[in-house]
């Protein structure tokens, strides 16, 4: 196969968004987990969240101009930008939530017009309750005229396919607001050996997974079918128990009375991202997917991001329709862009 021209015609669905400050609390009894800023080495600043620093973080979380530099190296054209996960605070009060969101989803609202054509986001809505998550969502689509939302793989333990969560679906489906699923605060974290790290390599990935078969099992897409929805990490680990999902679909009774459609054809319904970080796994994903429903994702600016994402794409051994779609086109339609985003 030919050598493929490089390409910055990329679109990134998965890349992360940390304020410089956080707002100060509106409230009578400041929560415990309200995130702060402190100094750290030049550029940097700690994120602290409940008195303890959760992460250290650049100046790309919040400068779009630092964003914008590093966008052609990466073969981007286009970066979608969302909060970090740990600030999309489900386990906050509701109310104390949706006052820090809405700051969130301003601020990204503000890189998006600083980022001229090549910045765009998707917000964050309190999904702890369902009222205060359809009223910040209508203000991030009407409003803000972003094209979706970002929302955790579980919502304090409830994996987010679960039937209490379809009035927001709904909702997103009448809006025409894509969603992303990003995992969060995992399951099974207790059986990891290691430090924390491991809970971004292997937890996420887990939960993320289990995210993703619980929209199969619970029929989302049989139910909300213009519903747009992504996985963050290639789907974690959906790839691997599909088969298995699919096989005890045929086999086990009551499996086939609950899941009204079969299991392999609704994950090709899904979208994903593709930050693997491996060639023979995203081969993989777009064997058992499908190459209509696979898109760029880097994790950006995070030490744990895919510095060369349409470069990996391009060396995968994809026909050259094949790549478009991975690095630009199936995006597009994720996103509902209306014509092709160009350098």
Same mark, same amino acid.
């Given at each position: 196969? !030919?050598?493929? /021209?490089?390409?910055?015609?990329?679109?990134? %669905?998965?890349?992360?968004? %940390?304020?410089?400050?956080?707002?100060?609390?509106?409230? *009578?009894?400041?929560?415990?987990?309200?995130?702060?800023?402190?100094?750290?080495?030049?550029?940097?600043?700690?994120?602290?969240?409940?008195?303890?620093?959760?992460?250290? #973080?650049?100046?790309?979380?919040?400068?779009?101009?630092?964003?914008?530099?590093?966008?052609?190296?990466?073969?981007? $054209?286009?970066?979608?930008?969302?909060?970090?996960?740990?600030? @999309?605070?489900?386990?906050?009060?509701?109310?104390? $939530?949706?006052?820090?969101?809405?700051?969130?989803?301003?601020?990204? +609202?503000?890189?998006?017009?600083?980022?001229?054509?090549?910045?765009?986001? @998707?917000? !964050?809505?309190?999904?702890?309750?369902?009222?205060? $998550?359809? *009223?910040?969502?209508?203000? =991030? #689509?009407?409003?803000?005229?972003?094209?979706? =939302?970002?929302?955790?793989?579980?919502?304090?333990?409830?994996?987010?396919?679960?039937? &209490?969560?379809?009035?927001?679906?709904?909702?997103?489906?009448?809006?025409? /607001?894509?969603?992303?699923?990003? +995992?969060?605060?995992? !399951?099974?974290?207790?059986?990891?050996?290691?430090?924390?790290? @491991? &809970? &971004?390599?292997?937890?996420?990935?887990?939960?993320?997974?289990?995210? +993703?078969?619980? #929209?199969?099992?619970?029929? @989302?897409?049989?139910?909300?079918?213009?519903?747009?929805?992504?996985?963050?990490?290639?789907?974690?680990?959906?790839?691997?128990?599909?088969?298995?999902? &699919?096989?005890g679909w045929g086999v086990f009774p009551a499996l086939r009375d609950a899941v009204q459609q079969a299991p392999a054809e609704q994950a090709r319904r899904l979208f994903y991202d593709t930050l693997v970080f491996d060639t023979p796994t995203l081969r993989h994903l777009v064997a058992s997917f499908g190459d209509t429903q696979l898109m760029v994702g880097t994790d950006y600016p995070f030490n744990f991001h895919d510095h060369t994402p349409v470069q990996r794409i391009e060396t995968a051994g994809f026909d050259a329709d094949? =790549?478009?779609?991975?690095?630009?086109?199936?995006?597009? *339609?994720?996103?509902?862009?209306?014509? $092709?985003?160009?350098?």
């Amino acid at each position: 196969m !030919a050598t493929l /021209a490089p390409c910055t015609c990329g679109i990134d %669905v998965h890349a992360h968004v %940390v304020p410089e400050n956080f707002p100060a609390y509106i409230g *009578r009894s400041l929560p415990a987990d309200w995130p702060s800023m402190a100094p750290a080495q030049p550029c940097h600043r700690h994120v602290t969240i409940a008195g303890k620093n959760y992460r250290t #973080v650049s100046d790309k979380c919040w400068d779009p101009a630092k964003r914008l530099e590093d966008l052609p190296g990466m073969g981007l $054209a286009l970066q979608v930008m969302s909060p970090m996960p740990e600030l @999309l605070s489900h386990w906050m009060a509701p109310a104390d $939530a949706q006052q820090l969101l809405r700051f969130l989803n301003d601020q990204i +609202a503000g890189m998006v017009v600083d980022g001229a054509g090549h910045l765009a986001g @998707l917000g !964050a809505v309190p999904m702890q309750d369902m009222d205060l $998550a359809i *009223r910040e969502l209508e203000h =991030v #689509v009407k409003v803000l005229g972003f094209p979706g =939302v970002e929302v955790g793989s579980n919502i304090n333990g409830v994996p987010i396919g679960a039937p &209490q969560f379809d009035p927001f679906f709904e909702a997103c489906e009448a809006l025409d /607001a894509a969603v992303f699923v990003h +995992a969060i605060r995992p !399951a099974g974290m207790e059986r990891l050996v290691g430090p924390p790290p @491991l &809970q &971004q390599v292997l937890g996420y990935p887990g939960d993320v997974g289990l995210a +993703a078969a619980s #929209v199969i099992t619970t029929n @989302l897409l049989v139910r909300r079918p213009k519903l747009r929805i992504a996985f963050s990490h290639g789907g974690g680990t959906l790839a691997s128990l599909l088969p298995r999902l &699919q096989q005890g679909w045929g086999v086990f009774p009551a499996l086939r009375d609950a899941v009204q459609q079969a299991p392999a054809e609704q994950a090709r319904r899904l979208f994903y991202d593709t930050l693997v970080f491996d060639t023979p796994t995203l081969r993989h994903l777009v064997a058992s997917f499908g190459d209509t429903q696979l898109m760029v994702g880097t994790d950006y600016p995070f030490n744990f991001h895919d510095h060369t994402p349409v470069q990996r794409i391009e060396t995968a051994g994809f026909d050259a329709d094949t =790549v478009a779609r991975l690095v630009q086109h199936n995006a597009e *339609r994720f996103l509902g862009l209306q014509k $092709a985003i160009t350098p």
